[in-house]
């Protein structure tokens, strides 16, 4: 069974950093784009970034462009999102998502496979 597992989630005051991990396991990680969505109490679930099976591809929604990478180390089978110069208006619970064949990106709803969040809040 496909699992995905977040860590790495805190309260940080704005302008400060966070680096989310999420570990995978249960399917063969180098073959499943993967990505990076986010929840803020009360609002649908937003797509924030995506990479490619190997990683040369990379995609961010207009807001966290430029403040947040993401990465994967598909040795470890892990998935990272850092997070640089956090406002506000980025907390949320963050999940990350993987799904087989094609990308999905950035489709909420075409994901399979979800971890259970890990969450960020920003003062």
């Known amino acids: 069974d496909v699992q995905l597992v977040e860590s790495g989630g805190g309260s940080v005051q704005a302008g400060g950093s966070l680096r989310l991990s999420c570990a995978a396991s249960?399917?063969?990680?180098?073959?499943?784009?993967m990505a990076w969505f986010r929840q803020a109490p009360g609002k649908e679930r937003e797509a924030v970034a995506h990479i490619s099976e190997d990683g040369g591809v990379t995609d961010y929604a207009d807001r966290v462009q430029g403040r947040f990478t993401i990465s994967r180390d598909n040795g470890q089978n892990t998935l990272y999102l850092q997070m640089n110069n956090l406002s506000p208006e980025d907390t949320a619970m963050y999940y990350c998502a993987t799904d087989h064949g094609a990308t999905k990106w950035p489709q909420v709803r075409a994901y399979s496979f979800w971890g259970q969040g890990t969450q960020v809040t920003v003062s």
């Open positions: 249960g399917y063969t990680y180098n073959r499943n784009c």
